[in-house]
């Protein structure tokens, strides 16, 4: 493998249901995003993690919950989810190093909520 | 408000018909400037970074150039298989002090290349 893979691609979740997207990069980076994409919006950047710390929740709302056990996995935990949160989930990977600033980014894991 | 700004929303083009794609920002203190091409239903994929004016990137068709206010992608010929959105990004400093941070994307353009 490499890059960043993301399983699985596609979920379909009642809003009663619970289930966890993972991401994994192969790419030696000690930084990992999740964003939210939906229609015709910007990526809404949900969290970043470096080195296994979560540095920043950009105001997601708590049916999220992120998990980065170590450098190259990250997990999104999702519960009672609404079906406004269909959407595409992006995971992202880069290296927090002064003037690296690039992020690569996985295929996606196309949601939707029923 | 939107600091990166990207026009037009869609773009339909002849093969053959090469045109450019615009990405103004508002951030201060550039810290350089992404292109991605994104496929429906797939993740971005990196194009490009520049990070001061005057700087051109190219790849195969494609030619990234940057001003201090904006940034082009020129499309030269292009081809069906050049269809997809294209993303800029900036990043906005953040994180714990360091370069770690948030980047500030568009919302694409759509670029159709019709046979």
């Known amino acids: 493998e490499t890059g960043v893979t993301q399983t699985p691609r596609h979920l379909v979740m009642g809003m009663t249901n619970k289930k966890s997207l993972k991401c994994e990069q192969h790419?030696?980076?000690?930084?990992m995003y999740w964003y939210k994409q939906s229609a015709k919006k910007p990526l809404e950047l949900m969290f970043v993690y470096s080195l296994e710390e979560r540095v920043e929740n950009n105001s997601v709302p708590s049916r999220f919950s992120p998990e980065c056990p170590n450098s190259s996995h990250l997990f999104l935990h999702l519960h009672t989810l609404q079906p406004e949160d269909s959407a595409l989930y992006l995971c992202?990977?880069?290296?927090?190093?002064?003037?690296?600033?690039?992020?690569?980014f996985g295929p996606g894991t196309r949601l939707t909520v029923t | 408000e939107d600091q990166v700004t990207q026009s037009p929303e869609a773009l339909r083009l002849q093969e053959g018909e090469s045109s450019s794609l615009n990405c103004s920002y508002t951030?201060?203190?550039?810290?350089?400037l992404f292109w991605y091409r994104q496929d429906p239903g797939k993740g971005p994929e990196f194009l490009f970074t520049l990070y001061s004016a005057g700087e051109e990137k190219e790849k195969e068709r494609l030619k990234a150039t940057l001003t201090k206010k904006e940034s082009f992608l020129h499309i030269t010929a292009p081809k069906p298989e050049d269809s997809a959105t294209y993303l800029c990004a900036v990043p906005h400093g953040g994180g714990r002090g360091s370069t770690l941070g948030r980047l500030y994307f568009g919302r694409g353009t759509q670029l159709t290349v019709w046979p």
């Open positions: 951030v201060s203190g550039l810290r350089g």
């Open positions: 790419l030696g980076h000690n930084a």
């Open positions: 992202a990977s880069s290296q927090d190093h002064p003037g690296y600033y690039e992020q690569y």
